[in-house]
């Protein structure tokens, strides 16, 4: 469970002292070990006391029209030398014009800060009255902000016609004068922000530039606006830019998911000065950012819970990334789905469903802290007495498959499939665009000709309708439908819907269907520019089957003839497990990944919740940090709890197994390679998500890259790790070392800055 957000919620109303005395004690523990949030509260503060002296302005309704009318007065009165001496009586009466212009100008100023402060407020969390408080104030800001921009539009016209060229010149230093004398910043004296105005003579473009304070409240982002706008700033609701999307400032681009942000990935020049240049994406490339696991005090919560997870999508993404010379979207990467990458060689058992293995030692990255690694091992099928397949396969052949290969390398897979397939097993393919359509019916794989000729047809054309394919999909598995068979729909597309029904929900409401009626949906995804990962991912999930990205048919032949019996077939179907911590032992732990998998402790015998799907021979494995008191070597560290339900009967089980301090090893050095393997991927995927919990992103960086260099010849034979090998050493060099110690820098918002 995810405390840290927990506590952002329950600060607000710490700091109006509207909590319980328990929220209290548990706001104040959490605020001992955690920067971030202390400095949040201290941004808290600075707002309420803002809001609590805050005064209406009102303005007059016909000011605009009235400083209108004198600018142009002003301007042939005085033949176009608007801004020269303050001498006599017209410059008198230019002067107090200037004069009322600038007190307009502090005016609206403020009421922008306003804004900006109303709704960074809401951001750490406000949820009660000054989320009502800071909508509604960003509706009458609005009309202000609207006001602004005209007036900004009419002045830069009276004043271009004005004359001498150093009268702007003249404009600007006083505008620059107004902001300094108007006060307002935000944060310390080490960090003042201020908001800079400026407008060009002809009127075709100008700029706002918001520098973060840093507690983060608000978002650093540059909006250019040309053709004629002079502002576009938002007023109650999110705004959406071209630029990366914050986390603060920006909500929802794409689908509307609970818990998190989805947002197009659009990396930054720099991202938080220890991450290295990239190249922008395209901005229909949808990732989500589901946070990150906070340290739990074991005196509040022992129960750690989630639903198993065995997809490896995050991983190849991140692959593709990289072999093209940048590093993935933070948000792309999902921790558990690097971890579960690798093969940690445990042992499957000979008649039980499951076998869990444990291994812990002291931290390489942080000190006082130990790494606990709990893996489970599901038993293993032959092939030869694998269940017969029903496969019904629903390719996307849309116009953007036509990219980067995408549809080819979808027919060479399922060439590749075909080739490993039993004699009883059946393929169909659905297709889809504008709309959905059969290639082949169910057809045994002895008519192996047919199902290839079926395959040549797929070609690119049309829009996407993701929804109708499926529908098809599903009616052509109902049909075909068989107890005791593997009934799967495999979804190949690159998750753009643009046609028909394109809402992430209705299409995850269709695939709930199916799973309902005994059908499994597995999620294929290709391509990387152009490609939505977050629908993707919710099918595979909703769909009690599997996530899988392909970037390269080496990556296909993992899948379709080296594990095909392990992809295919499950063993297990809702597995859920829950870790109970042993309170003399442990004092706090902190879950690395899972995040989206999360499942309430209440909620881990509760059977109608969805839990994750495991298939034959396949292992999942997760990796804690604890913080550990005195203890004893025959003390019990935790007893890890495994519920899920038969594949074939539905009938639920569970059992138990305790770990102990003896499986604790004195040093990080006397571990197992597949433990230190396990870990190195952890931080790779922490460095490349830029985690807030790195002491210093660069040295544990290099710590990772050090430990499969070592442990690389005892893995001379998986190609995966020497894979992990170059890419990690491909990664170095987009990564920038800065010098500074960990000590110096500070959190804005969700991210650190040296």
Known sequence: MNTHELMKELLSAYCDGAVTSEDKQRVEEHLAQCARCRTELEALRKVSSVLKHWKDETVSPDL???????????????????????????????????????????????????????????????????????????????????????????????????????????VSNVFSRSDKASGVTFGDSGSSDAVKLFTNTDSRASSIELNKSYSGVVAAQREQVSNGMAMNIFAGASSRSQSVASQHMYGSTGYSVPRGRIYPAVPPPIYNGWYGPNVPLRHSTYFQDYGENSFVNTKHDHFSTFAIDTDTASYTIARQYIQRGMLPPPESVRVEEFINYFDYRYTAPESDTFAVYAEGAPSEFRTDTHVLRIGVKGKEIHDFVRKPALLTFVVDVSGSMDMENRLGLIKQSLRMLVDHLQAEDKVAIVAYSDNAWVEIAHTSVEDKDEILNAIERLYTRGSTSVEQGLRLGYQLASSAFKQGYINRVILCSDGVANNGVVQAEAILEQVKKFTARGIVVTAIGVGMENYNDVL????????????????????ARKVFAQDLTGELQFIAKDVKIQVDFNQDVVQSYRLLGYENRDVKDNQFRNDRVDGGEIGAGHSTTALYELQLNRFKPDQVIATVYIRYKDIDTSEVKEFSAPITVRQLDNSFSQSSASFKLSVAAAVF??????????????EDFTKALT????????????????????????????LIRYPQPHSDYEYQGDHRVY
């Open 707 to 734: 430990i499969v260099q070592e442990i690389q010849p005892t893995y001379s034979d998986d190609q995966k790790v020497g894979e992990l090998l170059r890419l990690m050493q491909q990664a170095q060099s987009r």
């Open 536 to 555: 993707l991912e919710k099918i595979g999930d909703k769909g009690n089957g599997k996530y899988i990205h392909l970037d390269s048919l080496e990556e």
């Open 685 to 698: 995927a922490e460095v490349l998500r830029q985690s807030h919990w790195l002491q210093n992103p660069y």
């Open 64 to 170: 605009e029209q009235k400083i209108y009318k004198r600018l142009l007065a002003g301007s042939q009165g005085q033949g176009g030398m608007y801004m020269k001496s303050m001498s006599g009586s017209a410059g008198q009466k230019d002067y107090w014009d200037l004069k009322v212009l600038q007190g307009v100008l502090v005016v609206l100023t403020i009421g922008f800060l306003g804004v900006l402060y109303v709704k960074g407020y809401m951001n750490v969390g406000m949820l009660g009255k000054f989320r009502t408080v800071g909508d509604s104030s960003g509706q009458q800001f609005s009309g202000v902000t609207n006001a602004m921009a005209r007036s900004s539009q009419r002045f830069n016209s009276a004043v271009s016609d004005l004359g001498p060229s150093q009268s702007m010149d003249s």
